[in-house]
């Protein structure tokens, strides 16, 4: 390699290494889509066992379950990496950072994010949520998680630093997540009702858009301060 | 040219300028609250629909506004402080912090007070009230990320960039009640428009705005004098000064 890799090479070889990474400890990778599927066993435990019932509120528990996992699994997206000084040598590399932190994140979706969508259908069902339904709840899902991904990776590496930074992860990120939250469930709600849900669909693929633009620079920001101190 | 503006960057002479600015803020500030109040609370006219409960407005809505803008200007300092590497304009963004977060809590506690006889709830779960309790959040989420660093410039950059990041809320607070039909009433001042309140109710809302702001200003002052002797605390400058 006497070239310095270009942008899509550098995209590849991090997702690639991030996949293959997991794939090696593939049981702590599906440590977030157990607790999704145990957290949202929680409810009908806790509420009522009644699918009619549960159904009016299955799109919101669906959707906070996802948030909770999906933030569990951020905390240590970036721990690792810069414990062992992989994360000093990206930031000197002279790529540029905001790139190589999106590489990261779209993986951590792949790897987290996605097998929650997938899963979600089933976890709808087994709340009550008709099949009509499932489209518009697998796309906000993805929607949501995606920009989720960006969010918590700005917190992320805001946090890296910080003992027992999980907590403050969570409170730092769910704020800025209670929008999507909101239009997420609203989605799943219209669809339930026999509306088009388009309208809480397009904001979430505005707030998609913003946090994927957006995002990794400040994801570079925080992370450059997380690691020169 | 821009002299004056370098040396404000001085910890000592900033430290002397906010000294000699805060009593022209805190005096004034304390005397437009008190005719603000006396003016709202006992010569304003009654409201034809709402009564005399409407009163609670001239704290109420000055405290949104203030809440508002407090995190505007700490996201402005945070972000000079990130770019000029200022390190007063972290101190001032940090200042800033409590101020905001105290604001918004009254905003919430003032609005909830007069939301039981107007509305009939405690609490509704609609666009404007939640955005300003995700405004508390962030505020409060800023505080945490800054004290539990050791740092003291890794604090100051790491909660710029997330002040920063939050500032997207503002606007949405302001629009959520022409965005969506809300239980909140609609804007009636802070619109392109004509106000929608009568003149007599206008005027002392704004006197507590404006006493509301002139304390704000006092108390950076003294918070950001506070913030340098903090920061300043092994600097040989400060056996002069106190």
Same mark, same amino acid.
């Given at each position: ?49 009644? #699918? ?25 997206? %970036? ?12 930031? #000197? ?6 790139? #190589?932190?999106?590489?990261? !994140? @779209?993986?951590?979706?792949?790897? &987290? ?8 259908? @089933? @976890? ?13 709840? $697998?796309?906000?899902?993805?929607? *949501?998680?995606? &920009? ?15 003992? /027992? ?7 730092? $990120? ?9 239009? *997420? ?45 | ?24 803020? *805190? ?9 603000? !109040? ?30 508002? %803008?407090?995190?505007? !200007? ?24 409590? !101020? ?20 009939? &709830? ?23 990320? /800054? ?5 003291? /410039? ?27 039909? &809300? ?32 304390? %704000?200003?006092?108390?950076?002052? /003294? ?20």
């Amino acid at each position: 390699m006497t070239q310095p890799a270009g942008l899509l090479e550098s995209m590849r070889l991090v997702v690639r290494r991030e996949l293959t990474l997991a794939w090696r400890r593939w049981d702590e990778a599906a440590q977030p889509l157990l607790f999704y599927l145990v957290v949202t066993t929680l409810f009908p435990l806790a509420t009522t066992p009644e #699918l009619a019932t549960l159904r009016t509120v299955g799109g919101g528990v669906v959707w906070v379950a996802a948030l909770l996992s999906s933030l569990l699994a951020l905390e240590s997206v %970036f721990r690792s990496d810069v414990e062992d000084g992989t994360m000093e040598q990206w930031v #000197l590399s002279g790529q540029p950072l905001a790139w #190589l932190l999106l590489a990261k !994140v @779209v993986a951590h979706w792949l790897l &987290t994010g996605l097998p929650l969508v997938l899963i979600s259908p @089933v @976890v709808g069902a087994a709340l009550g949520l008709p099949v009509g339904i499932w489209p518009t709840l $697998v796309l906000s899902l993805a929607l *949501g998680t995606a &920009t989720l991904s960006v969010l918590g990776g700005i917190g992320a590496a805001l946090t890296v630093g910080i003992r /027992r930074g999980s907590v403050l992860l969570s409170l730092l $990120v769910l704020p800025l997540a209670m929008p999507l939250l909101i239009f *997420g469930a609203r989605a799943v709600s219209l669809a339930l009702g026999g509306e088009s849900a388009t309208g809480p669909l397009q904001l979430l693929a505005a707030i998609f858009c913003l946090a994927w633009s957006l995002g990794p620079l400040a994801m570079s920001a925080a992370m450059r301060v997380s690691t020169e101190g | 040219m821009w002299t004056w503006f370098h040396k404000l960057s001085s910890p000592p002479h900033a430290y002397r300028i906010l000294g000699r600015l805060a009593p022209w803020f *805190g005096w004034p500030a304390l005397g437009l609250i008190l005719l603000g !109040v006396y003016w709202g609370l006992v010569k304003a006219p009654a409201d034809y629909q709402q009564g005399e409960g409407f009163r609670i407005l001239y704290v109420h809505a000055p405290a949104a506004w203030m809440s508002m %803008f407090i995190y505007v !200007v700490m996201a402005v300092a945070a972000a000079i402080g990130l770019i000029w590497r200022m390190k007063l304009a972290h101190a001032a963004a940090a200042a800033c912090a409590p !101020v905001g977060a105290s604001f918004t809590f009254l905003a919430l506690a003032t609005g909830s007070i007069w939301g039981k006889p107007m509305w009939g &709830t405690w609490w509704v779960w609609d666009a404007r009230l939640t955005s300003e309790l995700i405004l508390l959040f962030l505020y409060l989420g800023y505080m945490a990320l /800054r004290s539990s660093f050791d740092d003291p /410039r890794r604090a100051d950059r790491a909660s710029a960039v997330l002040a920063i990041v939050g500032v997207i809320n503002v606007p949405i607070i302001h629009y959520s009640v022409e965005w969506w039909t &809300t239980l909140h009433q609609p804007a009636s001042v802070t619109r392109i428009a004509k106000p929608a309140i009568a003149l007599p109710m206008l005027v002392p809302l704004f006197i507590m705005l404006a006493g509301y702001q002139l304390y %704000f200003g006092w108390l950076l002052c /003294r918070r950001l004098q506070g913030e340098i002797l903090r920061r300043e605390r092994n600097a040989g400058w400060l056996q002069e000064v106190a």
